[in-house]
């Protein structure tokens, strides 16, 4: 369903005559297409259509809020979220964004807005295909499937606020299984972009198969205190779990690692983190947050030192600063919170960056850690994590056999604190972007 502004434009007119000191309309369309195959066949395919709609008032420094997937109830929802006005707390720090000049991102691309069903299962299938063709020992798929999206967002407020976009999504994912004698291995791969020529599916079969293959015949080791590789996707993860300690929301809560920390080297020099919504075609990135407010480019971690969080319009007024642009909804029937919107890390010095082969020599001996289970059981308050993994042994500079069932354990802030090198292979998984990294010695335990 395609967005009407003057249907937005009722409901901010109507919440304002009704006595709403300060209203915001939020409405989000979204069509998609999910193609699920196993064995060359399309096991599912989910073709969905969306609409929905939110209002949030601000009356006497109360906050209400309602949402609707009915445009006839415009009336009402206005009328519900006043009500609901009535039964919150009074909070002074609540306010809406002014206009904010939002710059132009590439985020939408026509081939993927006008996909065919037999095209995207074409697509599809070449996941599982590529896998299959790139080892015999690929002996099983759990899971291949491409999906395509379009969305379209508006945002009008009463401070002038009138703001909208469409961007589209596309994302290819396997699951592969690799089996010699009784043994079994699992890999996956995962690709997504706003861009259809940036996915290559056939790639994200092969990648998978290869993760699988390279695990085969694992052996466990003894317990060992030595440097650590990070795949990139594994480094991933562990960023996605530091994320939560740069939102100004967990600062505030006391239920961060980083609070009171701005002005402190809290990890390695040899790294920065940045959040930006403006890069070109990544998933995260869009010219406005979801609150109407212009996205940009924040150097959170620099050379090690912590500058800043991020904020949206609450959480900023909250510390008296400005907000970052980095309101984001789970979708239309929710307030904003704090979140990241390309969050990766990038390499202080060109002299830190290393390719992966003499990332491997410089560890001389160590575990190339190529899967984690359980990062998220990682403690976003203390920092404090262990994690099995899986991976790769190096001895004297080479990679020897696979290596399973080990665990790595410490804390995040010292995991990141002891960076060595940075690989060159930067990789977004989602909004989450990272290279390999090298890290000095870690208690592996078997």
């Not at 791969?189 to 092969?206: A, C, I, Q, T, Y």
């Not at 212009?294 to 959170?300: H, Y």
């Not at 904020?311 to 900023?316: D, L, V």
């Amino acid at each position: 369903m395609k967005i009407d502004r003057e249907f937005a434009g009722r409901l901010l007119e109507l919440a304002i005559k009704k006595g709403a000191d300060l209203a915001e309309v939020y409405v989000k369309s979204y069509r998609s297409l999910l193609i699920e195959v196993k064995d060359q066949t399309v096991e599912a395919m989910e073709s969905s259509i969306s609409f929905g709609y939110s209002v949030r008032v601000i009356r006497d420094s109360r906050l209400g809020f309602s949402y609707s997937t009915d445009p006839e109830e415009l009336a009402v929802v206005v009328d519900n979220a006043l009500q609901a006005s009535r039964w919150t707390e009074r909070d002074t720090y609540l306010e809406l964004p002014e206009p904010s000049e939002a710059k132009t991102v590439e985020i939408y691309d026509s081939e993927i807005d006008s996909i065919g069903e037999e095209d995207a299962r074409e697509k599809a299938l070449l996941i599982e295909r590529s896998a299959l063709r790139e080892d015999s020992r690929i002996k099983k798929i759990r899971k291949a499937s491409g999906s395509f999206s379009r969305g379209e967002i508006l945002i009008l407020n009463s401070e002038g606020v009138d703001e909208n976009y469409s961007s589209t999504t596309s994302i290819a994912q396997i699951m592969t299984v690799a089996e010699d004698g009784s043994e079994s291995q699992m890999g996956w791969d995962f690709e997504g972009s706003r861009f259809l020529k940036d996915v290559s599916f056939e790639n994200v079969g092969r990648n998978a198969a290869r993760r699988a293959i390279q695990l085969l015949g694992a052996r466990k080791i003894s317990a060992i205190k030595a440097p650590v590789i990070l795949d990139n996707s594994v480094t991933s993860d562990f960023l996605g779990i530091f994320v939560s300690s740069l939102s100004s929301e967990s600062v505030q809560k006391g239920k961060s690692l980083l609070a009171g920390k701005i002005g402190q080297e809290v990890i390695s020099s040899r790294i920065n983190i940045i959040d930006d919504g403006l890069l070109p075609r990544k998933l995260g990135s869009r010219p406005i947050d979801d609150e109407g407010v212009a996205t940009r480019e924040k150097i959170l971690i620099k050379e090690g030192v912590l500058l800043g969080y991020l904020y949206n319009i609450y959480t900023a007024k909250k510390d008296g600063v400005a907000s970052t642009g980095n309101a984001v909804r789970r979708g239309f029937s929710d307030v904003p919170l704090v979140g990241a919107l390309n969050l990766y890390i990038d390499a202080a010095s060109r002299s830190d960056v290393m390719g992966m082969k003499e990332m491997v020599s410089a560890a001389d001996k160590g575990l190339f850690v190529t899967e984690a289970m359980g990062v998220h059981t990682a403690n976003p308050i203390s920092g404090e994590f262990s994690v099995g993994v899986s991976g790769l042994w190096i001895e004297n500079g080479e990679i020897k056999f696979p290596v399973k069932e080990a665990v790595i354990s410490g804390n995040i802030l010292d995991f990141f604190g002891k960076v060595e090198a940075v690989g060159d292979d930067l990789r977004f998984y989602g909004n989450i972007g990272a290279p390999s990294l090298l890290i000095g010695p870690t208690d592996i335990s078997a």
